[in-house]
């Protein structure tokens, strides 16, 4: 093997691994990783969770694909557990963040051609993250992602988060608006949590001005935040929902959910998926409903999110090196001073998987299913971790 045959997308690390376990994952030579990345916000369940390994193999030896062109009866069923958790009226099924982003944008746009608006615009924040294709990544608000895929798709207006004066300038000076579409919790652009105030004032301007409110819970959805869905802790309805991540446990499935006010935007013909909601992908998704639901992950997340923050909070109390310490649930972010992409080598020397987006946050996505012990020696090894590379040999507080 000379040559690479790989599009060189990623930057790989030389690590593989060939087993996992829970919040654990076995590298091909036999080490043992504690894992706080779950595959960015995907293994919500932890890895080989017997209930999803079941529902996939049970299903795989019944049926994978059909076909959309046939009824469903694991869509239909998928579809109501999903509007029950969510209270959402209708369910779409593809088969990523990105896809179901796409959904959104586009039953936006119907929104608005139904009501007359010819050139529909949505507004959508700085430092946003929606996905790779050529509609989601004009929405996204990042330079890296976009940069050399020009023209970018119009109809996207962008404006700071957290900020009610720039939305309200917006609603003032452009009648084309129809949606604003935001993450409640923003993952790749650095684990920022929505203002809370913010949120709810957001959510009366969009019912004023018949925008419809779209939330990207890709990442913060499926119990990680502290509820099924982060806007559920923050007390704000949705007019449109998206998921996708901790879905299926590893199993690719994604989904646009829609209530009352967007329910019936779409007709047969106007959007479609081959694979989206196959048997296969409905199986898995159901087992991990199933089990958020019956296990009570998410109020979990939300217990061991606090004492996560709390014991994070404690270890760097004074320390100069970092700048800030939040998160909503399991997913949590230590922000440096200064850049910090050395962690992540330094990290897996210690058994340890972590991950660093937005140059100086570390990502801590840890599996909802993990022991009282497992975050505390999260906590240890993180904080260990970053001492050594900080150089901080300060007595510890205890
Ligand atoms: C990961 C992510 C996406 C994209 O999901 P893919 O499955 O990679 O297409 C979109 N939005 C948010 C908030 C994400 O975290």
């Known amino acids: 093997m000379t040559t690479q045959p790989l599009m060189n997308t990623y930057g790989r690390q030389a690590l593989s691994f060939d087993r996992g376990e829970g919040a654990w994952l076995y590298d091909t030579n036999g080490n043992k990783y504690f894992d706080t990345v779950s595959g960015i916000a995907v293994c919500g369940l932890g890895h080989s969770h017997p209930a999803v390994t079941k529902a996939i193999s049970d299903q795989a030896g019944k049926l994978i694909h059909c076909s959309n062109l046939y009824t469903i009866p694991l869509q239909n069923t998928l579809a109501e557990q ?18 179901a982003n796409e959904a959104a944008i586009k039953l936006a746009r119907l929104y608005g051609h139904k009501k007359g608006k010819t050139s529909p615009a949505i507004i959508v924040m700085e430092n946003s993250f929606h996905g790779r294709t050529l509609a989601t990544l004009s929405a996204t608000g990042n330079r890296k992602v976009q940069a050399g895929f020009e023209p970018l798709l119009k109809g996207f207006v962008r404006a700071p988060f957290n900020s009610l004066q720039a939305l309200e300038t917006i609603a003032k000076s452009n009648p084309d608006i129809v949606a604003i579409l935001m993450e409640p919790v923003q993952g790749e652009g650095g684990v920022t949590p929505v203002n809370p105030e913010y949120f709810a ?3 009366e301007l969009c019912t004023k001005n018949d925008w419809l409110l779209m939330l990207d819970e890709v990442q913060t959805g499926n119990g990680r935040t502290g509820a099924y ?10 007019d449109v929902v998206t998921t996708a991540k901790g879905l299926g446990n590893g199993f690719p499935i994604g989904a646009c959910l829609a209530g ?8 047969p013909g106007s959007h479609g998926s081959t694979f989206g909601g196959n048997p296969l992908a409905c199986a898995a998704a159901l087992s991990v409903i199933d089990t958020i639901e019956a296990e009570r992950l998410a109020s979990r997340a939300n217990v061991l999110g606090t004492r996560l923050l709390e014991a994070f909070k404690e270890q760097f109390a004074g320390a100069k090196y970092i700048r800030d310490i939040r998160g909503l649930g399991l997913m949590i972010g230590i922000e440096m001073t200064d850049p910090c992409p050395e962690l992540v080598a330094l990290a897996k020397t210690q058994g340890l998987l972590i991950n660093v987006t937005s140059d100086r946050v570390i990502r801590l996505l840890p599996p909802l299913i993990i022991s009282d012990e497992e975050a505390d020696h999260l906590v240890t090894s993180v904080s260990q971790l970053i001492k050594i590379y900080a150089g901080d040999d300060r007595k510890k507080p205890r």
């Open 201 to 203: 004032k957001v959510r």
């Open 260 to 267: 009352s006010k967007a329910e019936d935007v779409f007709t």
């Open 229 to 238: 869905f982060a806007y559920q802790r923050l007390g704000v309805e949705p």
């Open 82 to 99: 999903l509007c029950k958790v969510s209270g959402l009226k209708k369910a779409f099924f593809c088969n990523s963040g990105a896809e």
